[in-house]
């Protein structure tokens, strides 16, 4: 089950940051622009964020090892086709149903675990996960930056083909096994039906709201243009309409997609909040670090990379420390202090940013790594933790709905607040003074994240502390 859902989850994650690499030689090839090819991006994430509570609460349905496994063959399938396509709309649009399948792993794969391991046992088995996915990003950064500077974009795709038939063997034994054997009844279906309405109001809204993140409208692309005003306003209010409905419609339902009483259970809210505050934060790094590296200190693109990738190694070995201790000694300040030690990162570049040089920034990095690696699997196996059996659906879905809220959240704030600190018209500046533009922005966003993160250190600190025993006891 362990080594299943980890390869799921290393496919989900080549499939999302190292895939977007391509997007430079994509534009090439297709003769368009950069911001055309980051399409595949948004539409990805798009259909990732607003249907993997719906995957979620079908596996409850059906079993989550089968959706589990129609999602792998579905992202399969999707990015082996890419390479057949000749034209870029081709692309966007089968880049769209790979983010379906990743949403059919991605909610599926938490409740998978948390079926399989005992609450004194989940740290660690979060903390296999999440190396899993740290090693899909390192090995796809290293091998499709190979295969597009010396092969081409083609073979990046057909890489999904050999791995995710492994994938798909795994799960597909995994099902057989299942099948031949009685102890594993919690991944069996549940006699509960499906909310369809609601579950439409909430994907439209999602899909929405993502989309108004995201610069799809004329002009330039800022948050503060009359052009990005006319956009993103009206989107946002869009959503927002959409997700109330959705709220209100699941009062009356009978069947919800999330039965709203959940909240009142404080561990599984607290815990959503601080995963939304944490996720908000990493797309901080990978919004905000990149700006600071090309434009604060007229760096190439490849030096991102130099910065991010020391740091981003120590998610190979530290989320299984971390899950250990948690399982071993269940320390009701870990949480709280991970997300302050991220926030501290942060204000150390923010302070320093314009009195240090380049080659000091790889190390700051370190500061804000320990934390999110740290965090990250706690934190799973927290929510994880919160409900009980029956509904397992509810809580892999809304994790993974509340990561993506952040991820949106995040890289909206964070370009949003730099924007705000940028003079009006930059060509008639020197590159001196328009670097120091971008040195200065950026501390003020790094400022804003370290805020929020903070915030949600403190909501972290009141979680319940009986909680995990009051699971563990029912489960038993």
Sequence with gaps: MLITVTFGYMLVQLSSLPVAIAIPTLATQFNVSVEEVALMVVVYLATLGSFVLLAARIGDYIGHNKVFLFGLITLTVASGVICTANDLWQIIGYRAVAGLGSAMIMGNANAMIAATFPPDQRGRAFGVLIIGARFGTFFGLALFGVMLQFIGWRPVFATFIPLGIIAIWLAFNLIRFDALTSHNHELKKTSIGIDWIGAILLASGAIVLILGGNHLHQGDSSFTSSDGLRYHVPMHIVGLILIVTFVFFERMAKNPVINLSHFKNRAFSSSLFTNTTYHFSMLGVFTLIPILVEQGFGKSPLWVTVVLVPSQALGLFVPLIAGSIYDKYKPEWLRPITLVSIAIGFLTIGLVVNHVPFWALPLLMFIISIGTNMFNPINNATVMNS?????????????????????????????????????????????????SSYMDGFQIAAFMVAGVLIFGSIVASFHPKSGLEKIAAVED
Excluded: C, W, Y
């Excluded at 409900?387 to 909206?412: D, F, I, W, Y």
């Design 387 to 435: 409900l009980t059996v029956e509904h397992r659906g509810t809580a892999s879905g809304m994790l993974e709905t509340t990561r993506e809220l952040g991820h949106a959240l995040g890289a909206t704030a964070a370009a949003g607040t730099l924007a705000l600190m940028m003079p009006s018209k930059l060509g008639f500046l020197t590159r001196e003074i328009i670097q």
